[in-house]
């Protein structure tokens, strides 16, 4: 449960939520749920256009795998707190130590992110906070030395 700038106790992941509730926080700038999920949506349109990287994601279906990655950007962000309700603190090392992410998966990671903000034609600000995060992110999460 959380309170809301109105003062009501709200459950976190519910599904339906008040943007102007985080105001003041990079989630509510960026624009919100909508604003993620597009993000996501398109890099894994990109993913699916992979096969090699595809591989990677042992579900059929990348929509699990889209909606783990914008609960998690949502949460990560000063938005709802869905993520964690539902899969706990987000361990990510933990959670990618299974898949090779070598550099070059790392760099195609990062292009298919890249074309997803690139789509998305945020603000100049905006974008670079986000791309600065994701460089990081997917630098730390590289697990497999080049051979």
């Known amino acids: ?3 809301t700038n109105s003062g009501e106790q709200q459950s976190a992941s519910s599904e339906e939520y008040r943007l102007e509730d985080y105001a003041g926080t ?8 909508e604003t993620f999920q597009k993000l996501t949506e398109i890099f894994y349109r990109e993913v699916a256009k992979d096969p ?5 994601y042992p579900e059929e279906d990348l929509g699990p795998a889209q909606m783990r990655l914008q609960l998690f950007l949502e949460q990560y962000w000063g938005g709802p707190t869905t993520y964690g309700e539902r899969r706990g603190h987000p361990r990510l090392r933990m959670r990618h130590h299974p898949f090779p992410v070598n550099s070059e998966n790392r760099d195609k990671w990062l ?6 903000l690139d789509e998305l ?3 100049q600000l ?3 906070t986000l791309w600065d ?4 992110a997917a630098h730390s999460l590289q697990n497999t030395p080049d051979n």
């Open 133 to 136: 995060y994701f460089e990081r």
């Open 1 to 3: 449960m959380r309170t």
């Open 121 to 123: 034609a945020l603000p």
């Open 126 to 128: 905006q974008d670079a």
């Open 111 to 116: 292009r298919f992110m890249r074309t997803a």
């Open 26 to 33: 990079f989630y509510y700038a960026v624009g919100g749920k």
């Open 52 to 56: 090699d990287f595809r591989a990677m």
